[in-house]
């Protein structure tokens, strides 16, 4: 029997906003960027993960960021903290800040400096998991993270932490949807965090799309998933062929840079990314901009 996933369609990341005077982070854009996601249709709402620069916050600037989304959203939609940290420690404390102000689901990446064995990911899951009764979410992001959990590895760690019950696998290879589904005998709900695979992922099995992509063309992204979900599938091609070097560009150019730059553009600004990042330099801004012109027209 297939476990109900607690998330499923397009799961929009915003960005952290900063003060492009004072550096601090921007509470204010922050709302405002989230009641955005939520009115343009969003599924679900997943502040702090690495879109949201969380690897830069202080805990307090952490714990305003969760507080802040999570108010804003308000239970109109599912949310999904990303309560990643160095230490198993700071993890835990993190689960709890998003348990109490009410997180649907925890997301939890393997950031280690020193390379993980089985044994301390055993541990380190098992003991995030044990701190709330949230639904947790594993993390799959070789590119970020330097750790590269495959479907092997993961389906044994869900069998022995029961509330993991969730996957995003942001490697870029479409056969791990389907292998972690099989392997887990459908128990395990598997979420693509890899955007130019997008439609391929949904094909594969997978529950839903994990995209800072929303925060400039929310209509295009809902409209794809729509789509799929009917099985217009020369409509969801269509779609993507759109989508797809916009979706390559913000990948390319790293998310907190790409898209506080079309932001921008768009007149909604948020900040700079925080150092050591750089803002998008200025001729990559312009591609943007020609691109995001392009997508307004064809929407």
Not at 76 to 92: A, C, F, K, M, N
Not at 107 to 120: G, N, S
Not at 256 to 264: C, D, I, M, Q, Y
Not at 271 to 286: H, N, Q, S, V
């Amino acid at each position: 029997m297939t476990a109900t996933p607690p998330l499923k369609g397009i799961i929009s990341y915003p960005v952290t906003p900063f003060d492009a005077v004072t550096g601090e982070v921007d509470l204010a854009a922050l709302r405002k960027l989230t009641g955005d996601l939520v009115a343009a249709g969003s599924h679900a709402v997943a502040p702090l993960g690495s879109t949201g620069e969380s690897a830069y916050l202080t805990e307090k600037e952490w714990d305003a960021v969760c507080e802040s989304v999570l108010a804003t959203v308000a239970g109109r939609v599912p949310t999904l903290v990303g309560v990643s940290h160095w230490s198993t420690e700071g993890t835990i404390r993190r689960a709890r800040v998003a348990a109490s102000h009410g997180a649907t689901a925890i997301m939890v990446l393997p950031q280690a400096y020193w390379k993980l064995t089985e044994a301390e990911l055993v541990r380190h899951y098992d003991a995030v998991a044990r701190a709330t009764d949230l639904p947790m979410m594993l993390y799959n992001n070789p590119g970020t993270s330097g750790v590269d959990l495959q479907p092997e590895t993961v389906v044994a760690l869900a069998r022995q932490i029961p509330n993991l019950t969730m996957v995003k696998e942001s490697s870029g290879e479409v056969s791990r949807f389907r292998a972690i589904r099989e392997l887990s005998d459908g128990q395990l709900s598997v979420y693509n965090g890899s955007n130019p695979i997008a439609l391929d992922a949904f094909r594969a099995g997978a529950a839903g799309w994990c995209t800072a992509a929303p925060c400039l063309v929310p209509q295009q992204v809902l409209e794809l998933h729509t789509a799929v979900s009917l099985g217009q599938h020369d409509r969801a091609d269509a779609l993507l062929q759109q989508l797809l070097p916009f979706l390559r560009f913000i990948v390319h150019h790293g998310l907190p840079r790409a898209v506080k730059a079309g932001l921008n553009i768009q007149n909604r600004p948020a900040g700079p990314p925080r150092p050591p990042l750089l803002p998008l330099p200025e001729e990559e801004t312009r591609q943007l901009r020609t691109m995001l012109t392009r997508l307004q027209a064809a929407g």
